[in-house]
């Protein structure tokens, strides 16, 4: 049996939530303005009992329409979001990881000029013989500053990685810029990460700061205004704890849970649950009992820690 890709077009669905309450405030407004605002009973005379009996008949169908459309919109939002919100957790680390190539090709060209540089500025004393064959000492370069195949400059340290693509429909503008800052030995401290739509209305927010020991504290903020911060404290003997608060977008906290880990810095560290009933003990994400399952989000993606 051959495969197929199934291909979900957020931006669309999201444009579809929009028109969607658009259509559910419509609804409303003959229902809860007409009768008030387009007529009264000195103008229809007679007919207004009619036209009254009319509304009060229709109150329950556009309700009920109304709230069936609620429920749709909220459907196309929540799908869009969750989408988006995947591909922007992938996007951030990838544009993260594009500018870490960015700078380690810059700090290995500054490395080699620095070495280069080193070198025009010293000399050392060297046995020469002049033409009658005669020897005497002399300094020499260890570098010669005007050869022609020396190092170029390496430039401004590069901090930003900043691209912006066509999403395939001509309509809309895909943004991705990653921030990242280093220490004086090129060691990271902080990285901040924006996925933006830009008219899809769709928009991710990652930032990032690092501690020692393996210690990071990262804030997300999701495309619904709600965020996530997760706190990962390291000691030097690899153990650690984490704690992962959600709040909403007004900022009231939805949940919160706590973690205790050990092999902190290794490619495989272990999480524990503190809570003995939680369903994820594994620290993967998702609950234990089911293949599938959300990783703090409150639109149920998130970014992956």
């Known amino acids: 049996m051959a495969g197929f890709d199934v291909v979900f077009d957020y931006e669309l669905l999201n444009t579809l939530a929009k028109d969607t309450d658009r259509l559910q405030d419509q609804l409303g407004d003959p229902r809860l303005l007409g009768r008030g605002k387009f007529y009264d009973g000195a103008t229809l005379g007679g007919g207004f009992k009619s036209v009254n009996h009319f509304f009060f008949q229709w109150i329950g169908p556009f309700e009920n329409a109304r709230d069936l459309l609620k429920s749709l919109s909220e459907t196309y939002r929540f799908v869009a979001q969750r989408m988006f919100e995947q591909d922007a957790g992938y996007a951030a680390s990838a ?124 804030t997300i903020t999701h495309t619904d205004g709600s965020k996530t911060v997760i706190e990962v404290h390291g000691n030097s003997d690899g153990t650690g704890t984490r704690n992962v608060t959600n709040t909403d977008k007004d900022g009231k906290t939805t949940d919160t ?7 902190l810095g290794s490619d495989d560290p272990k999480w524990t649950n503190n809570d003995p009933n939680a369903t994820d003990t594994d620290g993967d994400g998702k609950d234990d009992k089911d293949d599938g399952g959300t990783k703090n989000s409150n639109t149920g993606v998130g970014s992956t820690y």
Do not use: C
């Not at 849970?257 to 092999?263: Q, R, T």
């Open 95 to 218: 544009t993260t990881q594009a500018q870490g190539f960015m700078h380690s090709a810059w700090k290995m060209n500054k490395d080699s000029y620095d070495a280069w540089k080193w070198l025009t500025e010293h000399s050392i004393t060297v046995h020469a013989w002049d033409d009658k064959g005669h020897e005497y000492l002399k300094q020499q370069q260890l570098a010669d500053p005007n050869a022609p195949d020396a190092p170029r400059p390496p430039g401004y340290e590069p901090t930003l990685y900043d691209y912006t693509h066509d999403d395939g429909d001509g309509t809309n503008n895909v943004h991705n810029s990653s921030q990242v800052t280093y220490d004086s030995d090129g060691k990271v401290t902080s990285t901040d990460s924006t996925i933006d739509d830009g008219d899809g209305g769709l928009k991710y927010h990652e930032h990032t700061d690092y501690g020692a020991n393996n210690s990071y504290t990262t």
């Open 257 to 263: 849970s706590s973690w205790s880990g050990s092999g």
